[in-house]
């Protein structure tokens, strides 16, 4: 059974950048689609990015392209989301998930089985 942890979350000020680390066990990542999610105080969870079993494709909502990317490494059964320009907005829990059965353009939290705990990201002004 897939388990995966995030990390990298913390306090940053605004117009800087964060690197967050999502490390799998108990399976292949290599298997699977990843997708990073957060939900802010009060908001629904919503997707900021995904990255295809085999890194090729990727997608990413208007509220993050250009500034997130979704990077794998598959040797290190891991996949990361770097960070970069953020601002107050991207303050939230940052999650990763998984599914071997969705691609990289299913955004909607549900279709997604396996969950990590969450990384607290805040973003100070």
């Known amino acids: 059974q897939l388990q995966l942890v995030e990390s990298g979350g913390g306090f940053v000020r605004a117009g800087t950048s964060l690197n967050l680390s999502c490390a799998a066990s108990?399976?292949?990542?290599?298997?699977?689609?990843v997708a990073w999610f957060r939900q802010g105080l009060g908001k629904e969870r919503e997707i900021v990015g995904t990255?295809?079993?085999?890194?090729?494709?990727?997608w990413y909502p208007d509220s993050t392209a250009g500034r997130f990317t979704t990077v794998r490494d598959n040797a290190k059964n891991s996949v990361f989301l770097q960070m970069a320009s953020v601002n107050a907005e991207d303050t939230a829990v940052y999650y990763c998930?998984?599914?071997?059965?969705?691609?990289?353009?299913?955004?909607?939290?549900?279709?997604?089985?396996?969950w990590g705990q969450g990384t607290q990201v805040t973003v100070s002004s």
């Open positions: 998930a998984a599914d071997e059965r969705v691609s990289p353009t299913v955004r909607h939290p549900w279709a997604y089985h396996s």
């Open positions: 108990g399976d292949t990542l290599s298997k699977y689609t």
């Open positions: 990255n295809s079993w085999d890194g090729v494709r990727t």
